[in-house]
């Protein structure tokens, strides 16, 4: 496996669903400490790293939670009852295979589906609600699911490993949302030298899929400015899909809108401008249904400058989504460009424009 993959393989393998992000917390708090000046946390536990000693206030986040579920009861025949976090589409969730996480190490489920053998025919056709759903554990009791540490609380993610597809640079993984926008945000800290003309607030947020809730106590912290949300974008370039400007490996995806922001327009045409002048590929997207960590970051204090960007991502909020490197890696280079030239006359001329 290439050298660039090592770091997205673990970043979409940790468990860290919203309120539940301790892992990958502790793993990106060591990845950016050597690139920083500071590496500090709001009460919640959004993880946020400093450079930069003096100039306007720039944010640039990604969120560290995926979607995932709750264990709320068992049964006594020891089935797990759950809660979903973030937005599932009952569809996907089905015949898959899930890691229970306990204090006593992972436990795998599944939710079972009866076969269509005992399905009558015109209910084949309706999606099952959500709320019919179970994990199997294998076990035949409450006591054994108990004993294997199994309890209200434990937190549930997608048995999913992370795969180099056919061509190299298309790459399947859980929780692409949005450990690839953590992921973008780590390597902006490391490629960026302390000598910025701002003061760089690189943050790492909880529990976005709930509703932007990290977004919003860390940018209480970081008073930004300006404020920039990495996160994932759809990409439809599938068949009977439109692939207009969400097409995987086109570039990172500039939001035109999105259900929690109307981008600041002077730092939207600002960022497309350097996109431009760097050659780097871009998209002009929008997301109808789904919010960025911008809709609340744009909404602290006094107001913040903000906008969305996204990597394409196939099969959002499932098991098994797609992502293309180059977009990935266009993402980096567009957010390292930027913030090098956000300096106190760049960032004034954008607030007074
Ligand atoms: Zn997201």
Same mark, same amino acid.
């Given at each position: 496996? !290439?050298? &660039?993959? +090592?770091? *997205?393989? /673990?970043?979409?393998?940790?468990?860290? =669903?919203?309120?539940?992000?301790? %892992? @990958?917390?502790?793993?990106?708090?060591?990845?950016?400490?050597?690139?920083?000046?500071?590496?500090?946390?709001?009460?919640?536990?959004?993880?946020?790293?400093?450079?930069?000693?003096?100039?306007?206030?720039?944010?640039?986040?990604?969120?560290?939670?995926?979607?995932?579920?709750?264990?709320?009861?068992?049964?006594?025949?020891?089935?797990?009852?759950?809660?979903?976090?973030?937005?599932?589409?009952?569809?996907?969730?089905?015949?898959?295979?899930?890691?229970?996480?306990?204090?006593?190490?992972?436990?795998?489920?599944?939710?079972?589906?009866?076969?269509?053998?005992?399905?009558?025919?015109?209910?084949?056709?309706?999606?099952?609600?959500?709320?019919?759903?179970?994990?199997?554990?294998?076990?035949?009791? !409450?006591? &054994?699911? +108990?004993? *294997?540490? /199994?309890?209200?609380?434990?937190?549930? =993610?997608?048995?999913?490993?992370? %795969? @180099?597809?056919?061509?190299?640079?298309?790459?399947?993984?859980?929780?692409?949302?949005?450990?690839?926008?953590?992921?973008?945000?780590?390597?902006?800290?490391?490629?960026?030298?302390?000598?910025?003309?701002?003061?760089?607030?690189?943050?790492?947020?909880?529990?976005?899929?709930?509703?932007?809730?990290?977004?919003?106590?860390?940018?209480?912290?970081?008073?930004?400015?300006?404020?920039?949300?990495?996160?994932?974008?759809?990409?439809?370039?599938?068949?009977?899909?439109?692939?207009?400007?969400?097409?995987?490996?086109?570039?990172?995806?500039?939001?035109?809108?999105?259900?929690?922001?109307?981008?600041?327009?002077?730092?939207?045409?600002?960022?497309?401008?350097?996109?431009?002048?760097?050659?780097?590929?871009?998209? &002009?997207?929008?997301?109808?249904?789904?919010?960025?960590?911008?809709?609340?970051?744009?909404?602290?204090?006094?107001?913040?400058?903000?906008?969305?960007?996204?990597?394409?991502?196939?099969?959002?909020?499932?098991?098994?989504?797609?992502?293309?490197?180059?977009?990935?890696?266009?993402?980096?280079?567009?957010?390292?460009?930027?913030?090098?030239?956000?300096?106190?006359?760049?960032?004034?001329?954008?607030?007074?424009?």
């Amino acid at each position: 496996m !290439k050298k &660039e993959y +090592e770091i *997205l393989k /673990v970043l979409s393998e940790l468990p860290g =669903v919203s309120g539940n992000e301790k %892992k @990958v917390s502790q793993f990106i708090a060591k990845e950016i400490k050597n690139h920083v000046s500071e590496v500090t946390y709001d009460n919640l536990g959004s993880v946020i790293g400093t450079k930069g000693q003096k100039g306007p206030r720039v944010m640039i986040a990604g969120h560290m939670d995926e979607i995932g579920l709750l264990v709320t009861q068992i049964t006594k025949e020891g089935f797990i009852k759950f809660q979903t976090l973030g937005g599932w589409f009952s569809q996907v969730m089905l015949a898959q295979v899930w890691e229970i996480h306990t204090k006593k190490g992972i436990v795998y489920g599944i939710t079972g589906v009866k076969p269509p053998h005992i399905i009558p025919q015109e209910k084949r056709k309706e999606a099952l609600p959500i709320d019919s759903f179970y994990l199997d554990l294998g076990v035949s009791s !409450k006591e &054994e699911a +108990e004993n *294997l540490g /199994v309890e209200p609380g434990n937190m549930v =993610v997608p048995h999913s490993t992370f %795969k @180099v597809l056919g061509n190299e640079k298309y790459l399947l993984g859980k929780a692409w949302d949005n450990r690839i926008g953590s992921a973008v945000v780590i390597e902006v800290l490391k490629r960026l030298d302390d000598d910025l003309p701002n003061q760089l607030f690189g943050t790492f947020t909880v529990q976005e899929e709930v509703g932007l809730r990290g977004a919003k106590t860390s940018a209480y912290v970081v008073e930004p400015e300006i404020a920039i949300a990495v996160d994932t974008g759809l990409a439809n370039d599938v068949p009977g899909g439109e692939a207009l400007e969400q097409s995987l490996g086109k570039g990172p995806q500039i939001f035109l809108y999105d259900g929690g922001l109307i981008p600041h327009q002077a730092l939207r045409r600002f960022v497309i401008e350097v996109a431009k002048a760097e050659k780097i590929p871009y998209q &002009e997207a929008f997301i109808v249904g789904g919010r960025t960590d911008a809709g609340h970051m744009h909404l602290n204090g006094k107001g913040a400058a903000s906008l969305s960007i996204g990597i394409p991502t196939r099969y959002m909020h499932s098991h098994t989504s797609i992502i293309h490197y180059d977009d990935y890696e266009n993402t980096i280079k567009l957010m390292v460009a930027v913030i090098k030239k956000l300096d106190q006359k760049k960032v004034d001329e954008i607030l007074q424009d």
